[in-house]
T-cell receptor, first 112, second 114 residues
Framework: GENVEQHPSTLSVQEGDSAVIKCTYSDSASNYFPWYKQELGKRPQLIIDIRSNVGEKKDQRIAVTLNKTAKHFSLHITETQPEDSAVYFCAANYNQGGKLIFGQGTELSVKP | GAGVSQTPSNKVTEKGKYVELRCDPISGHTALYWYRQSLGQGPEFLIYFQGTGAADDSGLPNDRFFAVRPEGSVSTLKIQRTERGDSAVYLC????????????FGPGTRLTVT
């Protein structure tokens, strides 16, 4: 089947704290896992992605981890800032192709 | 360089009418994707093209929806006999090729069926 579950649906943190968003996927053939940030009324913006041949990838304050055995992947944001407030979506590709299956989204609120 | 563009940005139509939504991908990108997004939901896959051909159209909800990409660049999503349930933001994305490549989204077309 094609399914990506994302948790939590909402997340509120204090500025400077860390935020973690978790996703699970069902297609064992998935090998590409992007994360998108979407501000209200704007397009989804790719912030980081990971391919199945690595377990972790980091870009400044953002990191993603992948556990293929458990079919889990997570987004970690450190030293959060108010401008990190947005809806974050995880996704997994279907059957090693271009079709992306998205999670339901996490609304992150960073309070100053 | 220029990103993915979509026109119109907003479209209001009456139930039963026909609409066309246009997507201009990033120059040189061979793969083009259509998704739609309802309020509070993640994007939902509709169809994607590799070049001129539809590589996967498994997300088209029914035969009222059709998409073309005749020259391997611009794509048009066509919806016949629109229904109120078709109201959503229709997003287009492009990538250098299909598979393990980043997909970059356009701003979307907000379709409202009254």
């Amino acid at each position: 089947g094609e399914n990506v579950e994302q948790h939590p649906s909402t997340l509120s943190v204090q500025e400077g704290d860390s935020a973690v968003i978790k996703c699970t996927y069902s297609d064992s053939a998935s090998n590409y896992f992007p994360w998108y940030k979407q501000e209200l009324g704007k397009r989804p913006q790719l912030i980081i992605d990971i391919r199945s041949n690595v377990g972790e990838k980091k870009d400044q304050r953002i990191a993603v981890t992948l556990n293929k055995t458990a079919k889990h992947f997570s987004l970690h944001i450190t030293e959060t800032q108010p401008e990190d407030s947005a809806v974050y979506f995880c996704a997994a590709n279907y059957n090693q192709g271009g079709k992306l299956i998205f999670g339901q989204g996490t609304e992150l609120s960073v309070k100053p | 360089g220029a990103g993915v563009s979509q026109t119109p940005s907003n479209k209001v139509t009456e139930k039963g009418k026909y609409v066309e939504l246009r997507c201009d991908p990033i120059s040189g990108h061979t793969a083009l994707y259509w998704y739609r997004q309802s309020l509070g939901q993640g994007p939902e896959f509709l169809i994607y093209f590799q070049g001129t051909g539809a590589a996967d159209d498994s997300g088209l909800p029914n035969d009222r929806f059709f998409a073309v990409r005749p020259e391997g660049s611009v794509s048009t999503l066509k919806i016949q006999r629109t229904e109120r349930g078709d109201s959503a933001v229709y997003l287009c994305a492009s990538s250098p090729s299909q598979g393990l490549y980043e997909q970059y989204f356009g701003p979307g077309t907000r379709l409202t069926v009254t």
